[in-house]
């Protein structure tokens, strides 16, 4: 963040990737100005074709500029028009007051001779520095989610700024982890206020004191010298009250979820929340190897097969290549989404094990294929899911808004798992801080039926492990 000089407004340019990652861009700016030049516009017009959700963003972004540009004359326009306007807020809580510039006339470029104005980046360049020689009153800063951009900007001299409205977090380190490890003196400190009973063969605890403050629903608490005390907030009653449950421990071999047990304590947490039912919505986030989509996988399949609480698994990811991409692949929706899911293949090879031999493992597997889907995300728009356990792997690079279409297609009955890694975003302009997978961790953190674990140790193999700490 560049500093900013107090005693002048600010006029904010900006950049077309802002506007195509976030049509709301243009309300987030406050009280603060904004200009867009020429090129922007003739940018988002060669971006407006196709169903993609670039090019659904932008055609958000030309509706807004067609309101907010109704019955203008050229002289409002020159004037600047009014960004809180009737049914042009974007859906921002905090109404902008500032005006919205568009570029009229040509600007002299007073660019070096190594950066011509004829690219798109240069254009803005050299428009920013035109507008601190016209509007010395304002302070002109570039607003841009390209990192090119800004450093050619630094190097000229020119503010420019990152588009940080759409992060969840100051830092990536700050996510909640969804463990709390309690102190060495917890049972001490509150064994005076400590109610304990058993219902139905599970045990609880009533804790009062200011602890509970900082808890949150189906939190997972731990005690770091006792192993053995694991427990999740089953209720929070107040800043001071809460009812915590013991959890069931399904590292024993008679606890096993379709013949996987958990091999340590995140991953027995991980297990608790996918097989309550009361948690409508799990996201477990952790590095390749922790056991994610095993853990999801066996817990479908036991709610699916065993339990009957769900019709089916359906499956699905973000089809972002990480190499060269290999063109269009042939065949119905779900054969083309079978390379991408290679992930569910080695999993399956895991849990379909059984005793009887090759038969034995074609008939299970023929089973386990009638109940498992596999679904693109591009066709979600519109569907309601119904009795359903929802697996989204790699969330991580799904943006804030196409968390929120996924997420509300669910119905009555249907669970949905997130699974992901933040430090292995594909998607241009997302960073950890502005990931869909790190917005709804954030967001559901409040919420009584949701559940969040970090799996912190990978578990995959001896040089899996050795790799992803060494390399």
Known sequence: MIKRENDKPCLFILDTNVLMHDPTALFRFQEHDIFLPMMVLEELDHGKKGMSEVARNVRQVSRFLDQLMVDADKQEIDAGLELMQSGTSGGVASPATGRLFFQTEPLDLKLPNSLPGSTPDNNILGTAQALRELRSDRQVIIVSKDINLRIKAAVLGIPAEDYSNDQVLDDADLLYTGLEILPEDFWERHEKNLDAWKEEGRTFYRVIGPDV?????????????????????????????????????????????????????????????????????????????????????????????????????????????????????????????????????????????????????????DLIRNRIRISSLNFMRGRTFLNKYIILDEAQNLTAKQMKTLITRAGPGTKFVCLGNISQIDTPYLTETTSGLTYVVDRFKNWPHSGHITLMRGERSRLADFASQEL
Do not use: H
């Open 213 to 365: 403050a900082d808890w949150y629903s189906a939190q997972c608490l731990a005690l770091s010298e006792d192993a053995s005390f694991e427990a999740m907030v089953r209720e929070k009653r107040s800043d001071t009250e809460a009812v915590i449950e013991l959890i069931e421990d399904y590292r024993l071999p008679r606890r096993n979820v379709w013949g996987i047990t958990a091999r340590n304590r995140e991953q027995n947490f991980a297990l608790n929340m996918l097989m309550n039912p009361e948690l409508d919505f799990v996201t477990l986030l952790g590095s390749a190897g922790t056991g994610k989509t095993l853990l999801a996988l066996a817990a479908g399949l036991a709610q699916v097969l065993d339990r009957g609480l769900y019709r089916e698994i359906i499956m699905t990811r973000v089809t972002v290549p990480v190499g060269e991409d290999i063109g269009f692949l042939p065949g119905t929706e779900e054969e083309k989404m079978t390379p991408w899911m290679g992930a569910l293949m080695d999993n399956l090879e895991v849990l379909t094990q059984p005793e009887g031999g090759e038969w034995g493992r074609a008939a299970t597997n």
